[in-house]
């Protein structure tokens, strides 16, 4: 699986190198204005795409953040899409001023990256669950659990990102995908997992426990 080495996410530098570059030509030119909000526009643009080092909790059994953003759903319910069984889905919403790499929540081997494409409702409402472009990463445990993490496109993302393949060994806290400009992560996990968030909640990834598997 692919592993960012630069504080910057990679899919963000073409962005990055368009606006700059924008930015200059404008600049040669002597359009003053144009100019600024090309600068404006790069400064955004790289600081959108940023992939801050964060420290990983130390126990092994804790259930890690996915993502950054604020706690919109707990729910228990019975998953007919990834899973098959009755499960906890914790849904953690993205804005555009979130930093959008996301983190394996829990150490384990890739069973399988299933991608969808959808619709593109405004991510925090209920239907972008059901009816959103999405891609799910299920992943089985040393101890036989499975769960499933949900990167989930909305209103204004256009493109989901998932390096981690079938058959990968991955640990919890590893970086796995980003999505670009506002989304949600959808955590489907084992009943009886102990979940330590509240709707509502403002969490982090990589940093956050979100409970115990």
């Not at 190198?17 to 002597?30: K, S």
Request: include cysteine; hydrophobic fraction near 45%.
């Amino acid at each position: 699986m692919k592993k960012p080495e630069i504080p910057i996410a990679r899919e963000g530098l073409p962005f990055i190198l368009f606006c700059a570059f924008a930015t200059l030509i404008c600049a040669v030119f002597g359009y003053t204005i144009a100019a600024f909000l090309g600068l404006m526009a790069t400064f955004f643009v790289t600081w959108f795409f940023r992939d801050p080092f964060r420290i990983l909790p130390a126990d092994k059994n804790a259930l890690i953040c996915p993502a950054d953003g604020k706690v919109i759903a707990v729910k228990e319910m019975f998953d007919e899409r990834f899973l098959q069984q009755e499960v906890v889905r914790v849904s953690i919403f993205m804005n555009v001023f979130n930093v959008h790499v996301n983190r394996v929540p829990f150490a384990g081997t890739v069973e399988r990256v299933l991608f969808k494409p959808g619709k593109f409702y405004s991510a925090d409402k209920h239907q972008a669950a059901l009816h959103n472009e999405h891609c799910a990463m299920i992943v089985t445990t040393e101890s036989q659990q499975r769960y499933a993490a949900v990167q989930i496109a909305g209103l204004i993302a256009r493109r989901i990102v998932c390096w981690a393949e079938p058959g990968d060994r991955i640990e919890g806290g590893q970086r796995y995908g980003l999505i670009r400009f506002g989304s949600r992560v959808d955590l489907y996990l084992p009943k009886g997992t102990e979940v330590a968030v509240r709707v509502g909640g403002k969490v982090r990834a990589g940093e956050t426990v979100l409970g115990r598997m």
